[in-house]
């Protein structure tokens, strides 16, 4: 069975895929606590007590990739899982750039598949195809019984993303086509239930590259139960301030050595294609900078507003950063033991 459902907002891209889901039943109080990224601390996040983490920021090197074209920006690859089995778990993916050669005069030198300039040569694809053609095949490649059970254009989080482009001058060829896919799945004796989400942005000369990209699976049985907290974690991303401004800083840098790498491959269109990609890096900063700023509530100790959707359970927070997720709307960590002298405080609607 296929479904078709629209998105809203780009902050609403997560709870969408999550619609689907039935609010929490019994008592449940899920404590989260706040950790930085591990590699260069790019961002701070809220992960439930006990689950693991892999991964964080990395960089790819033009000299091993065959290219500077995924060099610019540094990538992340993080994923926070309940057990070492992943049985539960949420990965947010690299960005990655591709080229479509079929325009270019050197197309019969670069088949569909290999590289040129460090990016897979392969024609532009919508957010869909990417979602189940490539993303789904290469991260889940011992999958089986595999059935999509909601494929969500998110035609308002595309244009989102195409008002960013245009407040960074770019110009109308940046084009964005964002989706949501849910999916069902048999991974060895588990059988699974799986939201995916991605920005593909066209961009010039046959560039093309995915933005935002993420992953959230757990049991078939449990998802539902386990939404509200990936909802919990999505939104409660803070980027570092400092990170950001020397990321930037060193993208400019890498922009001028890239270019003069580019001249010395093939005088194509992959000068202009650098450029354009280099400030696309720029892009994908503040569309989480948006993102994590369009929220329903508010952190009583921070003002920080964060998107909690009514009927999905209840979110106190800590006067050091933790968090308590709770569906019991009677139970007070005042009176718990276990938390009573956090000053856990309810979260308040915002506007």
Same mark, same amino acid.
């Given at each position: 069975?296929?479904?078709?459902?629209?998105?809203?907002?780009?902050?609403?891209?997560?709870?969408?895929?999550?619609?689907?889901?039935?609010?929490?039943?019994?008592?449940?109080?899920?404590?989260?606590?706040?950790?930085?990224?591990?590699?260069?601390?790019?961002?701070?996040?809220?992960?439930?007590?006990?689950?693991?983490?892999?991964?964080?920021?990395?960089?790819?090197?033009?000299?091993?990739?065959?290219?500077?074209?995924?060099?610019?920006?540094?990538?992340?690859?993080?994923?926070?899982?309940?057990?070492?089995?992943?049985?539960?778990?949420?990965?947010?993916l690299p960005d990655r750039s591709?080229?479509?050669?079929?325009?270019?005069?050197?197309?019969?030198?670069?088949?569909?598949?290999?590289?040129?300039?460090?990016?897979?040569?392969?024609?532009?694809?919508?957010?869909?195809?990417?979602?189940?053609?490539?993303?789904?095949?290469?991260?889940?490649?011992?999958?089986?019984?595999?059935?999509?059970?909601?494929?969500?254009?998110?035609?308002?989080?595309?244009?989102?993303?195409?008002?960013?482009?245009?407040?960074?001058?770019?110009?109308?060829?940046?084009?964005?086509?964002?989706?949501?896919?849910?999916?069902?799945?048999?991974?060895?004796?588990?059988?699974?239930?799986? /939201? $995916?989400?991605?920005? %593909?942005?066209?961009?010039? =000369?046959?560039?093309?590259?995915?933005?935002? @990209?993420?992953? +959230? #699976? !757990?049991?078939?049985?449990?998802?539902?139960?386990?939404?509200?907290?990936?909802? /919990? $974690?999505?939104?409660? %991303?803070?980027?570092?301030? =400092?990170?950001?401004?020397?990321?930037?800083? @060193?993208?400019? +840098? #890498? !922009?001028?050595?890239?270019?003069?790498?580019?001249?010395?491959?093939?005088?194509?269109?992959?000068?202009?294609?650098?450029?354009?990609?280099?400030?696309?890096a720029t892009i994908n900063e503040?569309?989480?900078?948006?993102?994590?700023?369009?929220?329903?509530?508010?952190?009583?100790?921070?003002?920080?507003?964060?998107?909690?959707?009514?009927?999905?359970?209840?979110?106190?927070?800590?006067?050091?950063?933790?968090?308590?997720?709770?569906?019991?709307?009677?139970?007070?960590?005042?009176?718990?033991?276990?938390?009573?002298?956090?000053?856990?405080?309810?979260?308040?609607?915002?506007?």
């Amino acid at each position: 069975m296929q479904t078709m459902v629209s998105g809203r907002s780009l902050a609403g891209t997560f709870l969408s895929g999550c619609i689907l889901c039935a609010a929490p039943a019994g008592r449940t109080v899920i404590h989260f606590r706040r950790i930085a990224e591990p590699r260069e601390g790019a961002f701070t996040m809220l992960v439930p007590d006990g689950w693991l983490t892999q991964g964080g920021v990395f960089r790819v090197d033009p000299g091993k990739a065959g290219g500077a074209g995924n060099s610019v920006a540094a990538k992340v690859d993080f994923t926070i899982m309940r057990d070492a089995a992943g049985t539960v778990m949420v990965r947010t993916l690299p960005d990655r750039s591709y080229k479509d050669m079929r325009n270019s005069p050197a197309a019969a030198m670069f088949p569909p598949g290999s590289n040129y300039n460090g990016m897979v040569v392969s024609p532009p694809m919508d957010a869909m195809a990417f979602l189940t053609g490539v993303l789904f095949r290469n991260v889940r490649p011992r999958a089986q019984g595999v059935q999509i059970l909601a494929r969500v254009p998110l035609p308002e989080v595309a244009r989102s993303y195409d008002q960013v482009c245009r407040r960074m001058g770019l110009p109308a060829d940046y084009r964005n086509n964002a989706a949501l896919v849910l999916v069902a799945y048999q991974e060895g004796d588990i059988r699974y239930k799986e /939201v $995916m989400y991605t920005d %593909v942005q066209m961009m010039l =000369a046959g560039t093309w590259c995915t933005k935002d @990209s993420y992953m +959230a #699976r !757990a049991p078939f049985a449990e998802f539902e139960r386990t939404c509200p907290i990936f909802r /919990v $974690m999505q939104e409660s %991303v803070r980027l570092d301030p =400092a990170w950001v401004g020397r990321e930037l800083h @060193s993208q400019t +840098a #890498r !922009a001028k050595t890239i270019a003069n790498v580019q001249q010395e491959v093939q005088r194509l269109d992959a000068e202009i294609v650098q450029h354009r990609q280099t400030t696309n890096a720029t892009i994908n900063e503040q569309v989480q900078m948006l993102l994590h700023d369009q929220a329903k509530e508010i952190d009583p100790h921070t003002g920080r507003q964060m998107v909690i959707p009514a009927n999905q359970g209840s979110v106190f927070y800590g006067r050091n950063g933790d968090a308590l997720l709770v569906d019991d709307p009677e139970w007070d960590p005042a009176r718990d033991p276990r938390f009573a002298g956090g000053d856990y405080q309810k979260s308040r609607k915002g506007p």
